[in-house]
T-cell receptor, first 114, second 113 residues
Framework: DTGVSQNPRHKITKRGQNVTFRCDPI?????LYWYRQTLGQGPEFLTY????????KSRLLSDRFSAERPKGSFSTLEIQRTEQGDSAMYLC????????????FGSGTRLTVV | DAKTTQPPSMDCAEGRAANLPCNHS???????VYWYRQIHSQGPQYIIH???NNETNEMASLIITEDRKSSTLILPHATLRDTAVYYC??????????????FGTGTRLTIIP
């Protein structure tokens, strides 16, 4: 297993366009997390899935953001009508319920909205 | 969420022990302390975690005070590759085993040659 994979690594988009990011977690991990990180700040929690169920959403996740995890495998994060304030690193992490060894993070997708 | 307080930056000489402090005075009895680090442009990397006993692994040691209101991460022999932002986090748990990590702004550790 090569760890948590995120695609694309970089995305530049024009304001108002829609973008979608993909996260492939470690295969046996049933929990998946999305975080957002802006320059100089720590990662901010966005949402959490256990299997295919989305169990927690931050108020940071406005109605322009939607996340899915069909069949409890990979996950997608879509941002509609992007704004310049959406520019950030979007990080995905996965973990296995019952294991306390922490999350495994991917390398992130860096979004730049111009 | 339990809040953690860390110094914004620290320096350490290469080869010396790096001691990174963290205050978490509002921690609850069943909440774990986690440490992660983030090297520029990469995702955070898990280092170590603990509840109330001191812990050691191949990367670091974690010392938690008896009252659990503070902890120290120790990198025993710092190398240049240990230059990173280090996050101290209290893991928040809620109904039926759900949990998440809430990051602060961390400590930027610079290892000096």
């Amino acid at each position: 297993d090569t760890g948590v994979s995120q695609n694309p690594r970089h995305k530049i988009t024009k304001r108002g366009q829609n973008v979608t990011f993909r996260c492939d977690p470690i295969s046996e991990h049933n929990r998946l997390y999305w975080y957002r990180q802006t320059l100089g700040q720590g990662p901010e929690f966005l949402t959490y899935f256990q299997n295919e169920a989305q169990l927690e959403k931050s108020r940071l996740l406005s109605d322009r953001f939607s996340a899915e995890r069909p069949k409890g495998s990979f996950s997608t994060l879509e941002i509609q009508r992007t704004e310049q304030g959406d520019s950030a690193m979007y990080l995905c992490a996965s973990s296995l319920q019952g294991m306390s060894d922490g999350y495994t993070f991917g390398s992130g997708t860096r979004l730049t909205v111009v | 969420d339990a809040k953690t307080t860390q110094p914004p930056s620290m320096d350490c000489a290469e080869g010396r022990a790096a001691n990174l402090p963290c205050n978490h005075s509002t921690i609850s009895g069943n909440e774990y302390v986690y440490w992660y680090r983030q090297i520029h442009s990469q995702g955070p990397q898990y280092i170590i975690h603990g509840l109330k006993n001191n812990e050691t692994n191949e990367m670091a040691s974690l010392i938690i005070t008896e009252d659990r209101k503070s902890s120290t991460l120790i990198l025993p022999h710092a190398t240049l590759r240990d230059t990173a932002v280090y996050y101290c986090i209290v893991r928040v748990a809620w109904n039926f085993g759900n949990e998440k990590l809430t990051f602060g702004t961390g400590t930027r550790l610079t290892i000096i040659p």
